[in-house]
Structures are given as C-alpha cells and as structure tokens.
C-alpha cells in the first residue's frame, strides 16, 4: 500500500475541514512521500514479494491447528507467545471483571495485558479502521505492530514494550498504539494492506492533506519489518532505544506540520463551539422571548375577559336598574298615585310611622285589608323623588276612601314579564321587636298578632348588598 492511501477504507469524517495557506502546502513536500525503513536495509530481492501470501498461508493454518489442541486440551504448553491460548484462559474474567473492555480487545492486545502485567504503552481497544480515525481526526501519529506467534521472537517485543522509556516516548508525542496479530483475520487484513513481511511489522502513519478528496487521510511514513539487530546488541536498560531513534527521525521531520495542523484544528474545535455556544444562547434568547409573548398574550386576553365580564355586569345591572325604576313607577301608579286611605281602626285603617334609614320619619295610613308586602312597596317608591321621576310624593291627605288602592287599568310593562323584584331593606317593629314580613298576610292580622293595632313604629334596616363585592371582583 502506497503512503498516500494508508486509510482509503477508513470513512472521512464530514466535520473534518481542510487546513489552509501554509500548512495544506506543507504537508504536501516532498518529505512527505518518504518512507523510513529498518536501519539495516536487506539487498534487493523478489523472494518476499513471491513467498510471503504462502508465509501467511501457512501461518494462519498452523495457528488454527494450534487454537484447536488448546480448545481441545492436547496443548498445555504455555509460550511468551501463545495468544490464542490467552484468549481462552481470559475469556470468563473479561466477562465478569472489564474496566478496559476487554471484550473489544483483540488476542495481541490480551497477549500484552497478561505478559507486561500493568507496564505496557497505551494501546487502542477497538477495530484498527477506528484506530485511524481517532488519529485522524486528533492529528496524531499512529503506531502500528503486527505480530505473529508462530514467527515472531516475541519476548524480544515484549521487553521493548514493557520498557519505561517506550511507554513515556509513547505518551509524550501523544501516538495512538494499535497492536494486532496477524493470526486474525482482522490482524491478517491489515498483514495485507501493508504487505507486511518479516513479523513483527511496524508502522508509523501520519493525517496529510490528499489534494484530490480535498481532506486529510492517514499516510504511511515509515515502517520497519522485523526486529532489527542492534536491538540485540543494545544494553538490557536500552532494549527499546534503536525502535525509538526509528520512530524519533520521521516524527522529528513531520512534527512541526502536525503541531500546526493540531492547532488550526482547535482553532477551528472553539470557533465551532463558540458558534454552538452563540447559536444555543440566541435560540435560548428566541425561546425567552417566545415565553415572554405568550405570557404577555395570556395576560391581555385574561384583562380582555375581564373586560368583558365587567361590562357584561355593568349590562345587566343597568338593566337590572332600568326595571327598578319601572317596577317602582309601575307600583306607584298602581298603588300610591292616589290619595291614601282615611277612617278609623273601626273601618280596618291603621297608621304606620316609619323610620327611614336617613332617619327620616314618614306617616302614612293603611288599609288592614292590605298584605305587608304594600308597606315595602311604599318604601321603596318613596325612592322615585331621588330619581326625578315622581316630583311630588303621595299626599296624605288627599281622598276620602277606605277602600285598598288598587288600579286594574295600569299594564304591567313587557320589560318586567319575567322580573321579580328584591327588597334591599327589612322592617322592624319598635316594640316588641320584631320583623314584619313582606307577604300576602294582611297588616290587621299582623298587628293584632303584635298587639300593635292600630298604630305601629316600624324602622327601616337595610340589607347588605352585593353591588360593591361585584365591582371589586
């Protein structure tokens, strides 16, 4: 696989935009297209190009045969190498006890977690085309080590692993570590991909801009096949010093480019947030407003109602007030236009004083043939001097009848067919006190039941209204 195509089958990220100026030129010198070997270059020959797919062949067969005696207790012999064997011993534990998610993490990267205990790099738990993209969209480098059981001298790689100096080199260029074996098939795609071919194979891959897609892909830009070595030949305190120069030499030729592409890449990451923060706080600003319209909408309909309530009421009380006033006229010419009666107790008149709630005093007398409720509606005319619409009060001395008033030739009015009129005020005897009744019963019988014949002090007390609770509301 060339440089330029590391990660063709990796999905571009659509988020992702393109570095301008400078840095898309940058990353598209002709550095960029070297690629870093093992330090000790093999002469030229076609013998790998031909035998290794027969390498990985056989491999892949051996390594199935092998994962079957352990499945099936043949194999008991345990190697630094056996990661099948591995899988099988981890398998229960995973599934009960999984702080890492183990459950992603393939048989190499197990193989690592048991062997190194808890010294080892940070590598990535998940699939190697996630692993690209994480470098990817991060600018990172991306280290990647395919091993194999079966070829591999692996105790050798697990002492550069394992070394303090590796893991904190791995840490602080902030390098995505990705580790698979070349016994799986995931691991044997990747084997492909690179055309790897002495085991273990690393690879050292970097984000550059691709002119044609208009977009940064993953590029190879150096590997390194086999162990080399002066790997050997390095002090037991160094074992992972001559991986490292290989790693230190490209990394040092890209790294400014990175930096670069890392910061645009923030820049960018804040401008964005910064527009997701405006764009939430002026659709949280929208959705104040909106609240605040409806609030606003709500109150004025709730006044509008109101409104209308009040002047529904004020309708019906200026009608109510308008048959009052008819009622009064109605009953005054009914009953008190004409002169009030005059006689003696023994002709059934009697003579009732009453006291107003002005305080006022009116004498008038009555026929005893007349039920009660004739005094309240002689009360309650006296009001139509107030409102201009009888000048002149009922004479008391005009007439020489002893007959009840009552004129058959006055017509009810149409407006009062359904009105029934409410006395606002009561009447008391003086003494003893007691209340006199609006009814049908006659005023002789009441005031021979009261002892008060034929002359009465009776005081008027009104009643509490509703007008003014009506107004408030």
């Not at 598209?28 to 690629?35: A, R």
């Not at 390594?63 to 011993?89: D, V």
């Amino acid at each position: 696989m060339s440089a330029a195509n590391f990660d063709e089958s990796v999905p571009e990220n659509s988020n992702q935009a393109p570095l301008m100026g400078q840095t898309s030129a940058t990353l598209n010198q002709d550095i960029s297209s070297q690629v870093y070997t093992s330090f000790n270059t093999p002469r030229f020959s076609f013998a790998p190009l031909v035998l290794w797919p027969f390498s990985l062949t056989s491999s892949l067969i051996i390594g199935l045969f092998t994962m079957l005696l352990s499945a099936t207790g043949f194999n008991k012999k345990t190697t630094s190498g056996n990661f099948s064997q591995h899988i099988s011993e981890q398998s229960s534990s995973a599934q009960e006890n999984d702080p890492l998610n183990l459950r992603k993490a393939n048989s190499a990267v197990k193989w690592l977690m048991k062997e190194c205990g808890e010294n080892y790099p940070p590598v990535y738990i998940g699939e190697y085309s996630e692993a690209l993209a994480v470098a990817r969209r991060g600018f990172k480098y991306m280290l990647v080590i395919l091993v194999s059981e079966i070829q591999d001298d692996s105790s050798k790689l697990l002492e550069i692993l394992k070394e303090q100096e590796f893991i904190d080199y791995i840490n602080t260029n902030q390098i995505v570590f990705w580790l698979g074996s070349a016994l799986e098939v995931s691991g044997m795609q990747v084997a492909e991909t690179l055309m790897a071919g002495l085991l273990p194979l690393f690879a050292l891959a970097v984000p550059r801009f691709d002119m044609e897609s208009n977009n940064f892909k993953m590029s190879l830009i150096a590997r390194l096949d086999g162990i080399p070595t002066n790997v050997e030949l390095a002090s037991n305190s160094s074992k992972s010093k001559p991986i490292i120069d290989w790693l230190a030499l490209p990394i040092s030729r890209h790294n400014s480019v990175i930096q670069s592409a890392r910061r645009d890449q923030e820049e960018r990451d804040r401008a964005r947030d910064l527009r997701l923060e405006q764009d939430a706080a002026y659709h949280a600003s929208l959705e104040r407003d909106k609240i605040r319209e409806q609030e606003l909408r709500l109150q004025k309909e709730k006044l509008l109602q109101k409104q209308i309530l009040r002047d529904e009421r004020l309708k019906e009380k200026e009608i109510l007030e308008n048959q009052k006033l008819q009622w009064r006229n109605y009953i005054f010419n009914k009953y008190f236009a004409s002169a009030e009666p005059t006689g003696s107790p023994s002709d059934r008149i009697c003579t009732l004083s009453i006291r107003l709630e002005n305080g006022m005093r009116v004498k008038r007398r009555f026929n005893g043939d007349d039920p009660t409720e004739r005094v309240y509606m002689y009360i309650d005319t006296l009001s139509l001097d107030d409102a201009d619409t009888q000048t002149t009060p009922p004479s008391s001395t005009l007439g020489d009848t002893n007959k009840s008033a009552n004129d058959s030739s006055i017509v009810v009015p149409a407006s009062l067919n359904n009105y029934n009129h409410i006395y606002n005020f009561s009447l008391m005897c003086s003494f003893p006190k007691l209340l006199m009744p609006a009814s049908t019963q006659t005023i002789h019988d009441f005031l021979t039941e009261t002892k008060n014949w034929p002359n009465v002090a009776l005081v008027v007390e009104l009643l509490d209204s509703d007008d003014n609770s009506e107004d408030e509301d």
